[in-house]
C-alpha cells in the first residue's frame, strides 16, 4: 500500500477485555516496529520484527502482550486481559531496511480506551 | 540512562513568526538525531535525519542543527504557518542497535 495503514482507529474495550490492533507497513519493508504513546508523551518501543522474526520484545510491558508477523508483512499486536493502564495510541512503523537506521513510516495508530 | 530533553513544553507563536525548539540527548553511543512532526490524531512524519558527521540539514522552511559534541539538537521554524501546529518530536537512534529513544515532544500552536 502506499503508507502504513492501522486498525481498528479507535477501540474501547472493558478492563479484563481481549484486543487485537492490525498493521499493514508499507510493502516491501523489512522493519516492523510497535510503539505505545501515551497521551501527552513521547512513543515508547514495544517491540521489533525483521521480516517475520520478533529480534526485540523488550519494550513489551507484561506476558498481556503478544506480538506477530508470521508472514513478515501485516502484524498484529494482541493485549490479552486489558487493563485501563493500557489505555494509549498504539503506533506501528515500517521501514524499508533491516533496523532503524532507514526512514520510518508510522501509521495513524490505534487509540485504545479501556473502560 | 538514555535520554531525550526537549524544550520548550509548549509554544504559542503568531502566524509568520519563527521559533527554535530545543533538544537534549545523553543517548550513547550515537548513531543518528530525528525530527518528527505530529499532527494531532495522526502518526510521526519525518522531518530530518542527522548523522554525526552533519551539523545542519533543511527540509522546506525547517532545519535542524546539531552539535554532537555538546549533545544539543536545534529545529528552527522560519515563517510558520498554522498548519505548523503540531508536536514536534527529537528522536535518537543509539549506535549499534535498533532503538529509538522519543523525546516528549514540544507542542507547537500557531495563531492568527
Known amino acids: 500500500g502506499a503508507g502504513v495503514s492501522q486498525s481498528p482507529r479507535y477501540k474501547v474495550a472493558k478492563r479484563g477485555q481481549d484486543v487485537a490492533l492490525r498493521c499493514d507497513p508499507i510493502s516491501g519493508h523489512v522493519s516492523l516496529f510497535w510503539y505505545q504513546q501515551a497521551l501527552g508523551q513521547g512513543p515508547e518501543f514495544l517491540t521489533y520484527f525483521q521480516n517475520e522474526a520478533q529480534l526485540d520484545k523488550s519494550g513489551l510491558p507484561s506476558d498481556r502482550f503478544f506480538a506477530e508477523r508470521p508472514e513478515g508483512s501485516v502484524s498484529t499486536l494482541k493485549i490479552q486481559r486489558t487493563q485501563q493502564e493500557d489505555s494509549a495510541v498504539y503506533l506501528c512503523?515500517?521501514?524499508?531496511?533491516?533496523?532503524?537506521?532507514?526512514?520510518?513510516?508510522f501509521g495513524e495508530g490505534s487509540r485504545l480506551t479501556v473502560l | 540512562k538514555n535520554q531525550v530533553e526537549q524544550s520548550p513544553q509548549s509554544l504559542i507563536i503568531l502566524e509568520g513568526k519563527n521559533c527554535t525548539l530545543q533538544c537534549n540527548y545523553t543517548v550513547s553511543p550515537f548513531s543518528n538525531l530525528r525530527w518528527y512532526k505530529q499532527d494531532t490524531g495522526r502518526g510521526p512524519v519525518s522531518l530530518t535525519i542527522?548523522?554525526?558527521?552533519?551539523n545542519t540539514k533543511s527540509n522546506g522552511r525547517y532545519t535542524a542543527t546539531l552539535d554532537a559534541d555538546t549533545k544539543q539538537s536545534s529545529l528552527h521554524i522560519t515563517a510558520s504557518q498554522l498548519s505548523d501546529s503540531a508536536s514536534y518530536i527529537c528522536v535518537v537512534e543509539r549506535g549499534g542497535g535498533n532503538k529509538l529513544t522519543f523525546g516528549t515532544g514540544t507542542q507547537l500552536k500557531v495563531e492568527l
Open positions: 512503523a515500517s521501514s524499508r531496511l533491516a533496523a532503524n537506521t532507514g526512514e520510518l513510516f
Open positions: 542527522m548523522t554525526f558527521s552533519e
